[in-house]
């Protein structure tokens, strides 16, 4: 499932984000793969971020909450979890 995510990261660095939100949804669909793995709550922030991307701003505010609820435990000095919290504020 990497070369998904990996592409997925390739689109959303070109600025495209449909394609972007197509590789990560792709992931998402096979939970059982990802559940397990930081791949999969990885996804559902690039996935955010494709939505933000492609104006789908209902669409990025549930995965941006699906992610922070699934890290709601974490640490909170991680970047990318004080990034996502900065930009979910944003929305």
Not at 60 to 68: I, M
Request: hydrophobic share 45%; no cysteine; proline share 3%.
């Amino acid at each position: 499932m990497f070369p998904t995510y990996v592409r997925g990261q390739a689109h959303l660095s070109a600025h495209n984000g449909s394609a972007a939100a197509t590789e990560f949804k792709r992931l998402l669909d096979h939970r059982g793969v990802v559940q397990n793995s930081i791949l999969g709550a990885l996804s559902l922030l690039q996935l955010a971020r494709a939505e933000v991307m492609m104006g789908d701003l209902s669409g990025a505010r549930k995965q941006y909450s699906d992610f922070l609820s699934l890290w709601k435990d974490a640490d909170p000095d991680i970047p990318i979890l004080k990034q996502a919290e900065a930009e979910y504020a944003r929305l």
